[in-house]
């Protein structure tokens, strides 16, 4: 058995995390010690490290949830578990785009500046109006 310290140090997931993810449903509500101490076994440590894997791919908790339920019945088709991972797949491609547009911009207003005093700084005059920049190139 685990205390909630020691779930926090095997999994990397802090504590206030582990109760958000208990309020959540994410987990079950553990059991408790004579001294009301959570008290964890092996499978909510596997369950954590499950839920923090997800996180890291950056799925929502209701994603989660539902791999969560959809694990606990391994006979069934993994059409919904696909489904959320190439959900997912989407929504990191979607973003890494709209990163690449926000390097693309601030590549050209900060390669842009030629001026020596904040009066003729290019990157506070490009902020206020992002067009200059395309403009004048």
């Given at each position: 058995m685990y205390s909630i310290g020691e779930l926090s140090r095997r999994t990397g997931v802090k504590v206030p995390t582990i109760r958000y993810y208990e309020q959540m449903r994410l987990m079950e509500a553990p059991e408790r010690s004579d001294g009301n101490q959570r008290r964890y076994g092996k499978s909510e440590l596997e369950r954590l490290a499950f839920i923090r894997h997800a996180r890291d791919l950056g799925l929502a908790?209701?994603?989660?949830?539902?791999?969560?339920?959809?694990?606990?019945?391994?006979?069934?088709?993994?059409?919904?578990?696909?489904?959320?991972?190439?959900?997912?797949?989407?929504?990191?491609r979607g973003r890494i785009a709209r990163l690449r547009k926000l390097e693309r911009e601030l590549e050209r207003i900060a390669t842009c500046c030629i001026g020596e005093t904040v009066g003729d700084c290019y990157v506070i005059r490009a902020l206020s109006d992002h067009t200059l920049c395309r403009d004048e190139h």
């Amino acid at each position: 058995m685990y205390s909630i310290g020691e779930l926090s140090r095997r999994t990397g997931v802090k504590v206030p995390t582990i109760r958000y993810y208990e309020q959540m449903r994410l987990m079950e509500a553990p059991e408790r010690s004579d001294g009301n101490q959570r008290r964890y076994g092996k499978s909510e440590l596997e369950r954590l490290a499950f839920i923090r894997h997800a996180r890291d791919l950056g799925l929502a908790i209701d994603s989660i949830r539902e791999l969560i339920e959809l694990s606990g019945h391994p006979d069934m088709p993994c059409a919904d578990a696909d489904r959320i991972a190439k959900e997912q797949l989407a929504s990191v491609r979607g973003r890494i785009a709209r990163l690449r547009k926000l390097e693309r911009e601030l590549e050209r207003i900060a390669t842009c500046c030629i001026g020596e005093t904040v009066g003729d700084c290019y990157v506070i005059r490009a902020l206020s109006d992002h067009t200059l920049c395309r403009d004048e190139h």
